[in-house]
């Protein structure tokens, strides 16, 4: 039977991808799961693992091709799989005119050990128990990989059905993976701290069995795994097969450079392996860098923007147009600087403060306490915001003097009714909504010299975690949810925000974001726009104060509950006017509210 394999959809946006490299030819093998090929779209490249287990049988579109999502980009031959089993060489030469490259491996084997050797490592995994395999899993459409932060079971312990077995990050959420099945964790296939693609085997758990758990393979590679119907015949074919689990897994320099002189006309010497001093490149970066003759020690360099630090294809195309840009400068300046005896002195002073690290060493005055993970991304996410969006913020002040009798009279009657507290921040979103659908413009984002205005107004709340980092859940389709509504969803995403139960979807397609910074006590900010946003709301203390008020042709001094309301916006779209009338239409709805308003 033939599986169709078709381009993937990496995102609601994404409509084609380019083929950067087929990992396997026609007439190969491939197991299921195992990367078929590599693709590139103008949001990620990333590697396609294959649907089925079996022998390629068609590609139907050359490497550097863009094709569209859902088009079928190859065919893989199933019924190869269990015909190799049975007999080795009477069904595999068959196939295709190619596979005389795969049949070699079990051919070679057949008057050796590798028909024993093969099949007697199934039954004597499967007579006391099975084995079951936990996949990395997609935790979105967008979510190609997820970052294994900790195993919370360990090799020989046991696990409960839906119990936590470990916690991953993606770059949108951290969350917690259940166990599959329940049993004894028999292997650990990647270590803390690795990042691994969506579908990868991550563990095997044995069920059936709550006693002794055989040996398992090595932690911390999963080559072995990958390589099994090869790795049996140990000495002749050693060299032949050498190349395809390293291509596929290997991290290590040396093995890689060695299939680069050989694969394809590419400049083999400058071979780029996918990680570099425990850094990720992507295919596209690192078929640049080739095509550009970047050595791995010089990519290694270069400073990225991406995720964790990675270099992306902007980031590289930059550097090689600085690079091409100014060849001759770095050197002019070393000729001229003994001529005067004055200079050399200055010059090392400026120099050395930036080139020197600032001091680490822990010590009685110094605490060194590294970036976890979150942290890290918002420090990225932060930075980027401020190079992407010129920032200009507008301040106003409301009277919510009649919003805080509504709620001190109707909070108690609420919270028993919908087992919810009534807080302030629904009402501030309702405000926020409507002057949304008066001035659209402020639910946009940039694209190029584009302005893509949303039609769905969907609002992200800054949310504080339990470590205090903070993350943005996001309530969809927000206005068309009543006052009981928006609390409700405020509850609800808060609540698994701070128990790491949010999924990524819920993270992403805000179109404008509320920061209540109030809550700490904060009587005024200028928040970040959240990319790619190009405005935030910031929501002050509520205060009693005292204002002035013209009651009948006269002056009065009266005490309000006055709440100061901050706008910060992207200037690239966004002019000091508009922003005015959007923080004038928040403040209006603000002190119109009623108790019909609640009831709504």
């Not at 070699?104 to 057949?110: D, F, L, N, Q, S």
Request: aromatic share 4%.
């Amino acid at each position: 039977m033939r599986v169709d394999v078709v381009m993937p959809k990496m995102g609601e946006s994404v409509q084609e991808g380019k083929i950067i490299r087929w990992v396997k030819k026609v007439g190969e093998r491939v197991e299921q799961d195992e990367t078929l090929l590599e693709i590139s779209t103008d949001k990620v490249d990333t590697e396609i693992p294959a649907p089925a287990s079996g022998v390629v049988a068609e590609i139907l579109f050359p490497e550097g091709e863009t094709v569209p999502v859902g088009k079928v980009i190859a065919r893989i031959e199933t019924e190869v799989t269990a015909a190799p089993s049975a007999q080795e060489a009477p069904t595999a030469p068959a196939q295709s005119p190619r596979p005389a490259e795969a049949p070699p491996v079990t051919g070679e084997a057949a008057p050796g050990a590798a028909p024993s050797a093969v099949p007697a490592a199934s039954p004597a995994l499967s007579e006391s128990r099975q084995l079951v395999d936990v996949v990395m899993p997609k935790m979105g459409e967008s979510v190609q990989e997820g970052k294994i932060i900790r195993w919370v079971k360990k090799v020989g312990e046991r696990v409960e059905q839906d119990e936590t077995l470990l916690e991953i990050s993606t770059d949108k959420v951290d969350t917690e993976i259940p166990a599959p099945a329940s049993g004894v964790v028999a292997e650990i296939l990647f270590p803390e701290g690795e990042t691994v693609p969506v579908g990868k085997v991550i563990a095997r758990i044995a069920v059936g069995t709550a006693g002794e758990v055989p040996p398992s393979t090595p932690r911390g590679e999963p080559a072995p795994v990958e390589a099994q119907p090869v790795s049996a015949p140990s000495p002749a074919p050693a060299q032949e097969v050498a190349p395809t689990p390293v291509a596929v897994v290997q991290p290590s320099v040396s093995p890689v450079s060695a299939p680069g002189n050989g694969d394809g006309q590419r400049q083999p010497a400058t071979r780029i392996p996918r990680t570099v001093g425990g850094r990720f490149f992507s295919p596209l970066v690192r078929a640049i860098a080739e095509a550009e003759g970047i050595t791995p020690e010089e990519l290694e360099r270069i400073p990225g923007t991406g995720l964790e630090g990675r270099v992306t294809k902007h980031d590289l195309l930059r550097y090689l147009e600085q690079r091409r840009a100014r060849p001759v400068p770095p050197a002019m300046p070393t000729p001229a600087v003994p001529e005067p005896a004055v200079q050399p002195e200055p010059t090392v002073r400026v120099t050395e403060p930036v080139a020197a690290p600032a001091p680490v060493a822990a010590g009685p005055e110094v605490e060194v306490i590294p970036m976890d993970h979150v942290r890290q991304l918002i420090a990225e996410h932060m930075v980027r915001s401020k190079q992407t969006s010129p920032h200009v913020t507008a301040v106003d002040e409301a009277d919510v003097t009649n919003l805080v009798r509504i709620r001190e009279k109707y909070k108690e009657e609420f919270e028993r009714r919908e087992g919810i507290r009534l807080t302030y921040l629904p009402f501030f979103v309702r405000a926020a909504v409507e002057a949304l659908k008066q001035y659209p413009l402020l639910n946009a984002s940039v694209e190029g010299k584009n302005i893509l205005v949303h039609k769905r107004i969907n609002i992200g709340i800054a949310t504080v975690l339990p470590n205090g980092n903070l993350i943005v859940p996001v309530i969809k389709n927000a206005d068309a949810l009543s006052i009981t509504g928006l609390a409700r969803a405020i509850a609800d995403l808060a609540q698994r925000a701070r128990t790491k139960k949010l999924l990524p979807d819920e993270v992403q397609g805000g179109t404008f974001s509320v920061t209540n910074f109030g809550s700490f006590g904060t009587l005024l900010g200028t928040p970040i726009i959240n990319q790619p946003q190009v405005a935030i709301l910031g929501i002050g203390l509520i205060q009693k104060r005292p204002v002035v008020r013209e009651i009948e042709g006269s002056d009065v001094i009266l005490v309000r509950h006055m709440v100061y309301l901050s706008l910060s916006f992207d200037h690239r779209i966004i002019d000091g006017m508009l922003a005015g009338q959007f923080l004038q239409a928040v403040r209006q709805s603000l002190e119109a509210m009623t108790e019909e308003t609640l009831l709504l």
